[in-house]
């Protein structure tokens, strides 16, 4: 059973920094791209970033290039988001998701269930 | 800046069938965009329904199907459930590893 579980979330004064990892189980890490994705209380979904499988590339949403980076160890089967100089935008739960890579990864095939982040002083 | 649009809100009567849209502010939206759906429940994490346009994930009822409409994504619920009542998103690929959510739309079955 696939199984994704954030965590690291919390609060963090505005400028601040914050890692958040999301931990994996139940298939072959390597293989699939990774994803964040977050969603402000009472808002909508929005895609923040991208990574591809095993070490390769990745991408991010304007509202969060340069300060956020993504990033993975195989070896932990471990996702991380690195988030430096928070704004009180950033204030959401962020969920992980994976999607096989031999099926192109446009979409989120499976979820964990978030990490709120609350940034605020 | 392009805009991935939704429906705010929609309902259904139970057993009825219901279209929902998502488009472009600009432009058309094709296969190319790779089309998916998600639903969520307040609380919950999302759950994927539809990718690839018109590919059902894992377990979904063949009760949602996902198509192009004109120049839209569409997911249509046939024989709608109490439980159908929920938040459902698209996205959009945009190219360049960009992946851009539609606003979503609130759907209540009564």
């Known amino acids: 059973e696939v199984q994704l579980l954030e965590s690291g979330g919390g609060l963090v004064q505005p400028g601040g920094s914050l890692r958040l990892s999301c931990a994996a189980s139940?298939?072959?890490?390597?293989?699939?791209?990774m994803s964040w994705v977050r969603q402000a209380p009472g808002k909508g979904l929005e895609w923040v970033s991208a990574?591809?499988?095993?070490?390769?590339?990745?991408n991010y949403a304007d509202s969060v290039k340069g300060r956020f980076t993504i990033f993975r160890d195989s070896s932990k089967n471990t996702l991380f988001l690195q988030m430096n100089s928070l704004r009180a935008e950033d204030t959401a739960v962020y969920f992980c998701?994976?999607?096989?890579?031999?099926?192109?990864?446009?979409?989120?095939?499976?979820w964990g269930q978030g990490t709120l982040v609350t940034v605020s002083s | 800046q392009t805009v991935v649009t939704q429906e705010p809100s929609f309902s259904v009567s139970p057993g009825g069938t219901v279209t929902l849209t998502c488009g472009l502010s600009?432009?058309?939206?094709?296969?190319?965009?790779?089309p998916s759906w998600y639903q969520q429940t307040p609380g919950q994490a999302p759950r994927t329904l539809i990718h690839?346009?018109?590919t059902r994930s894992s377990g979904v009822p063949n009760r949602f199907s996902g198509s192009i409409l004109g120049s839209k994504a569409a997911l249509t619920i046939t024989g709608a459930q109490a439980d159908d009542e929920s938040d459902y998103y698209c996205?959009?690929?945009?190219?360049?590893?960009?992946?851009?959510f539609g606003g979503g739309t609130k759907l209540t079955v009564l």
């Open positions: 990574i591809s499988g095993g070490a390769g590339g990745s």
């Open positions: 996205v959009l690929y945009m190219g360049s590893g960009v992946r851009v």
């Open positions: 139940g298939f072959t890490f390597s293989s699939y791209a």
């Open positions: 690839s346009t018109n």
């Open positions: 998701a994976a999607t096989p890579v031999s099926s192109g990864w446009y979409y989120f095939d499976y």
């Open positions: 600009s432009g058309s939206v094709s296969t190319s965009y790779y």
